[in-house]
């Protein structure tokens, strides 16, 4: 009789956000406009196919004058990006903190409506060891702001990665990384509290259910109905991934003592295509990922630890990008094709999502199959091997391995520490014994599935253990 009862429970909750006719006057959907392709529109094409949409905001990751050019006098409001490669100088030099700001925030705004800058983009992760000047740099920048009086209008934070989490389920036991709480993130959120901000955070439940699809149930990631998950440290009962991992975060900051301070997600989204070993990555789901997820915060709500959270959303991203490094998902992450034609149909408004339903809800999902790694070229299964190592191709050029490593320490989420400075894999310090330690990592991480030693060309599988440095080891994933 109780599971009736809950099961009759979770079918209202979900009904009656189908059919909620009050939406959210400050929670909003935005999108990322990455442009790692040769494909791609005209900026100012791009801006036409926004407003098309009725998408209001729009996330870039840097600040190119044509795209800020393009944005002028279009009511979208704008995100610009200070690149991780600028934050030494930003933090080391006021002077080119202020010069940055002039040419790039102050020659367009107002008429390019840009109302924040993120400072660096998951700094924690990226293979440079920029985490040291990630708060002098977003102080500097600040100060350059006050000078030109746009401090209150345009705010300032930086994108952190779900990885700065030390654990994040359940979601009530939420905690940053031991490493980085003294170190930044403390003076990171006592300068969002200091500055009116709100903390930068990059949420995709996919990757989460692409390692745990035996135990993550797809409709859970995917915000459709299903039972839910009750957290056993607070007895909150969850009904999708998204805000599990959202209130992950809230946990966390709450530990803390930030309590007062707010979230905003700059990046989360759902690739409608994968290599064969990636689960999930299919058209299907992509659309109901992206097309329940953007009714999920039209129609507010927030979360069951925030339930008066507002929060703002950027999908990521606006074009599948052709030039990505990584796996096929990387290049699939578009809800549009760089023809401008969608890639599937969901809605971006308020007014769009009172015809909408999700097409994949309650059919059968692609997603759940268990997929076998192939024995090719590109990875070898563990089945029929031995020991197996993937590492560099040293003829693939700087310009291949330096993306093939920021790729596998950032987004791909390899352990890259041992190549740090001082750290047992550091020596020697080159491109080419650097990159194929973070390759190999991932490759092992990804369980030497086929597809996964490839890196745009720039890498291999060898069968003999690589030899870098007299103390450095590559892990085998045995």
């Given at each position: 009789?109780?599971?009736?009862?809950?099961?009759?429970l979770?079918s209202l909750?979900?009904?009656?956000?189908?059919?909620?006719?009050?939406?959210?006057d400050?929670?909003?959907i935005?999108v990322?406009?990455?442009?790692?392709?040769?494909?791609?529109p005209?900026?100012?094409?791009?801006v036409q196919?926004?407003?098309?949409?009725?998408?209001?905001r729009?996330?870039?990751?840097?600040?190119d004058?044509?795209?800020l050019k393009?944005?002028?006098?279009?009511?979208?409001?704008?995100t610009?990006d200070?690149p991780?490669?600028?934050?030494?100088s930003?933090?080391?030099?006021?002077s080119?903190?202020?010069?940055?700001?002039?040419?790039?925030?102050a020659?367009?705004?107002?008429?390019?409506?840009?109302?924040s800058?993120?400072v660096?983009?998951e700094?924690?992760?990226d293979?440079h060891?920029?985490t040291?000047?990630?708060?002098?740099a977003m102080r500097?920048i600040?100060?350059?702001?006050?000078?030109?009086k746009?401090?209150?209008?345009?705010?300032?934070?930086?994108p952190?990665?779900?990885?700065?989490?030390?654990?994040?389920?359940?979601?009530?036991?939420?905690?940053?990384r031991?490493e980085?709480t003294?170190?930044?993130?403390k003076?990171?959120?006592d300068?969002?509290r200091?500055?009116?901000?709100?903390?930068?955070?990059?949420?995709?439940?996919?990757?989460a259910y692409?390692?745990?699809?035996?135990?993550?149930?797809?409709?859970?990631?995917?915000l459709?109905?299903?039972?839910?998950m009750?957290?056993s440290?607070?007895?909150?009962?969850?009904?999708?991934?998204?805000?599990?991992?959202?209130?992950?975060?809230?946990?966390?900051?709450?530990?803390?003592k930030?309590?007062?301070?707010?979230i905003?997600?700059?990046?989360?989204g759902?690739?409608?295509?994968?290599?064969e070993?990636?689960?999930?990555?299919?058209v299907?789901?992509?659309a109901?990922y992206?097309?329940?997820?953007?009714?999920r915060?039209?129609?507010?709500?927030?979360?069951?630890?925030?339930?008066?959270?507002?929060?703002?959303?950027?999908?990521f991203a606006?074009f599948?990008?052709?030039?990505?490094?990584?796996?096929?998902s990387?290049?699939n992450?578009?809800?549009f094709?760089?023809?401008?034609?969608?890639?599937?149909?969901?809605?971006?408004?308020?007014?769009?999502?009172k015809?909408?339903?999700?097409?994949?809800h309650?059919?059968?999902a692609?997603?759940?199959?268990r997929?076998?790694?192939p024995?090719?070229g590109?990875g070898?299964s563990?089945?029929l091997?031995?020991?197996l190592?993937?590492?560099a191709?040293?003829?693939?050029?700087?310009?291949?391995?330096?993306?093939?490593?920021?790729?596998?320490?950032?987004?791909?989420?390899?352990?890259?520490?041992p190549i740090?400075?001082?750290?047992?894999?550091y020596?020697p310090d080159?491109?080419e014994?650097?990159?194929?330690?973070?390759?190999?990592?991932?490759?092992?991480?990804?369980?030497?599935?086929?597809?996964?030693c490839?890196f745009?060309?720039?890498?291999?599988v060898?069968s003999q253990p690589?030899?870098?440095?007299?103390?450095c080891?590559?892990?085998?994933?045995?």
């Amino acid at each position: 009789m109780q599971k009736q009862n809950m099961d009759l429970l979770t079918s209202l909750v979900f009904l009656l956000l189908l059919s909620s006719i009050s939406f959210s006057d400050t929670s909003s959907i935005g999108v990322n406009y990455g442009r790692i392709s040769d494909e791609l529109p005209s900026a100012f094409k791009v801006v036409q196919l926004l407003k098309s949409q009725g998408i209001d905001r729009v996330k870039i990751f840097d600040a190119d004058p044509a795209v800020l050019k393009a944005l002028s006098g279009s009511g979208i409001r704008v995100t610009v990006d200070l690149p991780n490669e600028m934050l030494f100088s930003a933090a080391k030099r006021a002077s080119f903190a202020a010069s940055w700001v002039k040419r790039n925030v102050a020659a367009y705004h107002p008429s390019t409506q840009i109302e924040s800058i993120a400072v660096g983009n998951e700094v924690f992760v990226d293979p440079h060891n920029t985490t040291k000047y990630l708060i002098p740099a977003m102080r500097n920048i600040h100060t350059a702001l006050v000078s030109y009086k746009l401090h209150s209008s345009i705010k300032i934070s930086s994108p952190l990665a779900l990885s700065a989490l030390q654990n994040s389920y359940p979601s009530s036991s939420g905690s940053f990384r031991s490493e980085l709480t003294d170190l930044v993130i403390k003076p990171m959120l006592d300068f969002l509290r200091e500055t009116g901000s709100r903390l930068m955070i990059n949420v995709y439940p996919f990757f989460a259910y692409e390692g745990n699809s035996d135990v993550i149930p797809l409709d859970y990631a995917l915000l459709r109905e299903n039972p839910g998950m009750v957290d056993s440290g607070n007895g909150l009962r969850y009904f999708n991934l998204f805000d599990a991992q959202i209130d992950a975060v809230f946990a966390a900051m709450s530990a803390l003592k930030y309590d007062d301070l707010e979230i905003i997600v700059t990046e989360t989204g759902w690739p409608s295509k994968g290599d064969e070993n990636e689960v999930g990555a299919t058209v299907a789901n992509a659309a109901s990922y992206n097309g329940n997820l953007i009714r999920r915060i039209l129609t507010g709500g927030g979360t069951p630890l925030r339930p008066k959270a507002d929060l703002t959303v950027y999908l990521f991203a606006l074009f599948n990008e052709n030039k990505k490094f990584g796996p096929t998902s990387e290049r699939n992450y578009g809800l549009f094709f760089p023809d401008e034609k969608k890639v599937y149909e969901i809605p971006f408004t308020q007014e769009g999502l009172k015809h909408y339903r999700d097409g994949g809800h309650n059919t059968p999902a692609t997603g759940d199959r268990r997929v076998t790694p192939p024995n090719n070229g590109g990875g070898v299964s563990k089945s029929l091997t031995g020991s197996l190592w993937c590492v560099a191709n040293g003829d693939a050029g700087e310009d291949r391995l330096q993306g093939g490593l920021d790729y596998a320490c950032g987004e791909g989420g390899a352990d890259c520490r041992p190549i740090q400075p001082g750290a047992t894999c550091y020596s020697p310090d080159t491109l080419e014994a650097h990159a194929s330690f973070a390759f190999n990592s991932y490759y092992q991480k990804k369980g030497r599935a086929g597809g996964s030693c490839y890196f745009g060309g720039a890498a291999y599988v060898v069968s003999q253990p690589p030899k870098y440095g007299g103390r450095c080891e590559f892990p085998t994933g045995y």
